[in-house]
């Protein structure tokens, strides 16, 4: 079975550039979640969906970050513009009941 | 809001037994998870306790949970230079982790 996909794997960017950055959940779990890692802060939860629908995003940073999750396979999480304190790892997961698993991540750069 | 904490840093001498703890504060917390991260790598799944449950062993796992207290524990018996990593206690309903324990074993 595939587990949860990310893409891209490393992207590095510029200042006041936009960036999207993609989840595709494990097929048959209907909650999905965005986070991000920095030493500085730790693993924040960012986002979470449940059957497509947003139902917390209090984690989210500014209103530079968006998510949306158009279909129960598949999540982005842009930013616009992207500053330079936003580089971290973005991690996205994926759960149905007890079972949770997490992408890879987005290790994410801006310059 | 919800909240994971744990201690940072855990070091201990090969083949002893590794104890890492983490309290939370959302007492309609479903499950527990136990998460371990290998440097420059992704999450793995541990292991996961239902809140109903006390304890839960899994080979050289056992997880403890006080609900009373909302203390969770990870026990790691003979713990190998393999184990080293950073551990995350999470709980579900929103997912939310814990600070990290760094886990440094010593040969």
């Known amino acids: 079975d595939a587990g949860v996909i990310q893409s891209p794997r490393h992207e590095v960017t510029e200042m006041g550039q936009e960036v999207t950055l993609r989840c595709k959940p494990i097929?048959?779990?209907?909650?999905l979640f965005w986070y991000r890692q920095t030493m500085m802060r730790g693993l924040e939860l960012l986002i979470y969906f449940n059957n497509n629908v947003p139902i917390d995003d209090s984690g989210m940073p500014e209103d530079r970050f968006s998510a949306k999750m158009p279909n129960a396979s598949f999540s982005t999480l842009k930013i616009q513009p992207s500053e330079p304190r936003d580089s971290a790892v973005y991690f996205c997961a994926s759960s149905f009941g007890q079972v949770a698993g997490f992408g890879p991540g987005t290790r994410l750069t801006v310059l | 809001g919800e909240d994971v904490e744990q201690s940072l840093f855990l070091s201990v001498r090969e083949g002893d037994s590794s104890v890492i703890n983490c309290t939370y504060t959302?007492?309609?917390?479903?499950?527990l998870y136990w998460y371990k991260q290998e440097p420059g790598a992704g999450l793995q799944l541990l292991t996961y306790i239902f809140s109903n449950m006390d304890m839960k062993q899994d080979q050289r796992l056992t997880v403890l949970l006080n609900k009373k207290d909302k203390h969770l524990s990870l026990r790691i018996a003979d713990t190998q230079t393999g184990d080293s990593a950073i551990y995350f206690c999470a709980e579900y309903d929103k997912l939310i982790f814990g600070t990290g324990t760094r886990l440094q074993v010593f040969p």
């Open positions: 959302d007492s309609s917390s479903t499950y």
């Open positions: 097929s048959g779990h209907n909650s």
